[in-house]
């Protein structure tokens, strides 16, 4: 696939196009850039009326103008491409969806600043970024926590970064997650809505809001369905398994948001080093093999991801099995 051609577009305004608001125009006409990129484009002086530089996106297209728009060649972006190996579930010229691997960061942060999604998807989609904003990179519209595996989505175009942004702030996303917890829902399926905002005791923790009619925060409501149990709770009656496996599916996606809820019910998920509060004694002593001693992250897979195509219309859904490494603690629990 070929980089995006920066050659000058030049558009003759139609009569039916007479008085119609620049950007709006333009968005139209050339359907690979979104609406915001032309407003930019235009306030950068790259749109031409009969050869003048226009600046204002908010002015009126004049019927028999010639336009000519010079689209800047993307600029490189500041990670470096990695050839990093990528599960690649599906990919076209305007969007590309993975299967993210535990372990693996999306965005270079401190403490990653190689080795992530963004420098794997430099190196793979070279030559097929048309510019996000401008720059060479693509267009990361959700995210999954490093220690979280599972279906991600991003963009390679202005026009399918702007479509996935819309879908995932109206929440019309279907995000389904499996987890693992200790312990298991009472009751087994429900609806949880809280608030959520960093916590005042350690700013790297989300928490719960529980000061009732506080507007602190986000709003945000997990959807929540047992699907299996395992064992019993040591000196509780029957009925209180040890463990269990959760589908989760978002309304909303804050950032995490199936585990601080997981954690509010009494639920937290196995292997969370930040919300699990401890390693399970119990299981431990149960774990010969080391199935779960050696698991050490939280136990949380994306597995479902469904949308809409942004510029197809095709509604597309993705679904992968739970990764090996959960697989085995599943078959550890099994055994208890």
């Not at 333009?26 to 609406?35: N, Q």
């Not at 990129?37 to 003048?52: N, P, T, W, Y």
């Not at 978002?250 to 009494?266: C, D, K, P, W």
Request: glycine fraction near 8%.
């Amino acid at each position: 696939m070929t980089r995006p051609d920066p050659a000058p577009r030049e558009q003759i305004a139609q009569h039916e196009h007479h008085g119609e608001r620049l950007d709006r125009w333009m968005a139209a006409l050339w359907d690979d850039l979104s609406r915001s990129r032309c407003k930019a484009l235009v306030e950068q002086g790259c749109l031409f009326m009969d050869g003048a530089p226009l600046t204002d996106p908010s002015a009126k297209v004049r019927e028999g103008a010639v336009y000519r728009l010079d689209v800047p060649a993307p600029v490189e972006a500041t990670p470096k491409p990695e050839d990093i190996p990528l599960d690649v579930l599906f990919e076209d010229e305007h969007l590309i969806v993975i299967n993210k691997p535990a372990g693996m960061a999306v965005h270079p942060a401190a403490g990653n600043w190689t080795g992530t999604l963004v420098h794997a998807l430099l190196y793979h989609c070279a030559g097929s970024l048309s510019g996000i904003g401008g720059v060479e990179r693509p267009g990361i519209v959700h995210r999954l926590d490093k220690d979280t595996s599972g279906v991600m989505v991003a963009a390679k175009t202005d026009k399918a970064h702007q479509g996935l942004s819309e879908q995932f702030a109206a929440h019309s996303v279907e995000r389904a997650y499996l987890a693992f917890t200790r312990a298991a829902p009472q009751p087994r399926s429900g609806r949880i809505e809280t608030r959520l905002a960093r916590s005042s005791h350690d700013r790297k923790k989300m928490a719960v809001i529980d000061t009732p009619g506080s507007q602190a925060g986000k709003h945000a409501i997990t959807n929540y369905e047992t699907l299996k149990t395992f064992g019993q709770e040591p000196g509780k009656s029957v009925g209180h398994p040890m463990c269990a496996l959760v589908r989760c599916r978002l309304e909303t996606g804050r950032t995490h948001q199936i585990r601080v809820h997981m954690a509010h019910i009494g639920c937290p998920l196995l292997g969370d080093p930040v919300y699990g509060r401890g390693r399970s004694t119990p299981l431990a002593k149960l774990d010969s093999g080391k199935d779960f001693k050696d698991f050490r992250r939280q136990a949380l897979h994306a597995a479902v991801l469904g949308f809409e195509h942004p510029v197809t219309g095709e509604q597309v859904r993705f679904e992968t099995d739970l990764p090996k490494d959960m697989q085995r603690l599943e078959g550890f629990l099994e055994r208890i």
